[in-house]
């Protein structure tokens, strides 16, 4: 690491809040990366812990203040100061006043939501009936005298009071104690996130830098990624009446899945060919198509995805979840089998995206719902002497794209040239450009691999290098690139989902023997 501190500048994924990347040079916060996506919670990444991380939303305000003016319209008294589950005293005291104690918020959705809160009987109450509403669809709980958290699951269209009752009927002076109410999109309660005068938010929020630890990785990458739909409504709800089941049944909210909750259904095959289908999209354009699997038995099970029959992928699930995708030349009917009656299958995460590969996860909970492409971006400037030159180091690893002579990401110089990185859909390529001289050639490192790049140049050439091996040099003088002014990131779908796992300048043409190193894996 000690040829780092020459650097003047170097990005390595770690620190992040939203809106921000931060740099570990220089210290002082010029480096720092801000970071924008869109107004809402679409995108996802996989976190240290191994699931996806989606942003997440209690839509309720005023979540465990049930006093307040927002809990309306409501029958009873609310006193806080109880005994919470966590052992603190922040639960309350909700007490009849007459026979129909209630607790509403008014709102108005769509699409599939959960409603959950913790709940116990005191005294006269143990045993009594405790109901989740939204609107008229409701789901009976019995209450105990132990804390218990009830939830309930149900599609929300237009204005509808959303919250709960107790007793049916209940007697004055009647007691429940509650703590922690909660309304989300999806179909199971996650965890609690307290609000107050506005909406709770946590995990990826709108401008939060994604840090990835896809396939394991102990260090993560910034994940960037195009803008993409996901065209599928219920990506997670698959008994929905829109996924058409043909000789197999669904349980929703069957297992764990890859985000760590129990979401995902239960597919069983009643016979031989079960397929559930999703008819979606638009024709005349390239759509990917991609879902989670998982075998729920002891044995494998077989099975593929396709298009109604068009470009067919096959797959064979086994205990650990797998992420399987198909892309086909124009939409068509999307579809999941299972080969052989009686098998049966988990399934979390549908998505169908136009596009020739899949990017990360978008989840859906009514419509289809679009992430907007990450963008980085950084106020570092620097000059450059061309009398000992500069070099760039960076580490990447994407899915596919299509690949350009344009780089993708490239430092600018405000009078015209630049130096980074790009592809030609198969291999990483380098590019140095100083508004009259320009270099662009072309590696063997794969862009489906982790490869280490670097570029140098001074005024009496450059080189080029990949994974520890020069691939380009020569005597070009670069002498009239002698400034950072901007940093460019290209955010179309020629770059795939790009990982990168690092960006470090360094002030001065690094030696061979440098460059070799820094870029051996």
């Excluded at 260090?219 to 043909?246: H, M, V």
């Excluded at 044995?299 to 797959?315: C, E, S």
């Excluded at 086909?328 to 080969?339: A, K, M």
């Excluded at 679009?370 to 960076?394: C, H, Q």
């Amino acid at each position: 690491m000690s040829i780092y501190k020459s650097s003047s500048l170097a990005m390595i994924p770690t620190a992040y809040k939203d809106g921000k990347l931060y740099s570990i040079r220089p210290t002082d916060g010029s480096g720092d990366f801000t970071f924008s996506r869109g107004s809402n919670l679409a995108a996802t990444r996989v976190a240290s812990s191994g699931y996806i991380e989606k942003g997440r939303e209690n839509l309720y305000t005023q979540s465990n203040n049930f006093s307040h003016s927002d809990w309306t319209p409501k029958a009873g008294t609310f006193t806080q100061g109880e005994t919470d589950p966590n052992g603190g005293t922040d639960a309350w005291a909700w007490e009849s006043t007459n026979t129909d104690p209630f607790l509403y918020q008014s709102k108005n959705f769509t699409g599939v939501h959960t409603l959950s809160i913790y709940v116990k009987g005191v005294g006269s109450t143990i045993g009594a009936d405790f109901q989740i509403r939204t609107g008229n669809n409701l789901k009976d709980i019995t209450l105990t005298g132990d804390w218990q958290r009830v939830q309930h699951f149900g599609v929300l269209s237009g204005s509808v009071n959303i919250g709960f009752e107790y007793g049916n009927p209940a007697t004055a002076g009647d007691i429940v104690h509650i703590y922690a109410a909660q309304l989300e999109l999806g179909t199971i309660a996650t965890d609690y996130i307290d609000s107050g005068a506005s909406t709770g938010k946590a995990g990826i929020l709108e401008d939060m830098p994604r840090l990835d630890y896809s396939g394991g990785a102990t260090c993560p990458a910034l994940l960037l990624e195009p803008q993409r739909t996901n065209d599928i409504p219920y990506s997670e709800w698959f008994g929905y009446s829109g996924w058409a089941k043909t000789r197999c049944t669904i349980t929703d909210n069957h297992a764990i899945s890859p985000e760590g909750f129990q979401n995902a259904a239960l597919m069983t095959a009643t016979g031989d060919d079960a397929r559930l289908d999703d008819q979606v999209g638009s024709s005349g354009q390239k759509y990917t198509q991609s879902i989670y699997v998982k075998s729920a038995q002891a044995t494998n099970v077989a099975g593929q995805i396709d298009f109604a029959g068009i470009a067919a992928v096959t797959f064979t699930a086994n205990q650990e979840w797998q992420r399987v995708e198909t892309t086909n030349d124009s939409f068509h009917r999307v579809r999941i089998r299972i080969t052989n009656s009686g098998d049966k299958l988990l399934v979390y995460g549908a998505q169908l995206e136009a596009g020739t590969y899949a990017t990360s996860y978008i989840p859906t909970f009514g419509s289809a719902v679009t992430r907007s492409s990450d963008k980085p971006d950084t106020t570092f400037t620097s000059s450059i002497d061309s009398s000992v030159g500069f070099t760039i180091l960076g580490e990447f690893k994407t899915n596919g794209g299509g690949g350009t002579s344009s780089a993708f990401f490239e430092f600018r110089q405000a009078s015209g040239g630049y130096i980074g990185f790009g592809s030609n859909g198969a291999t990483w390529r380098g590019r140095l450009n100083d508004g009259s001289a320009n270099e662009l050639h072309t590696s063997s490192a794969s862009i489906l691999s982790t490869a280490k790049l670097a570029l140098a140049c001074d005024g009496d050439g450059f080189s080029m290098y990949a994974n520890g091996t020069q691939f380009a040099n020569g005597t070009t003088d670069f002498s009239a690139l002698t400034s950072i002014a901007s940093l460019f990131k290209r955010d179309t779908e020629e770059f795939g989902s790009l990982r990168n796992f690092q960006i470090v300048i360094f002030p001065s043409r690094l030696t061979e023997t440098e460059l070799a190193s820094l870029t051996t894996l």
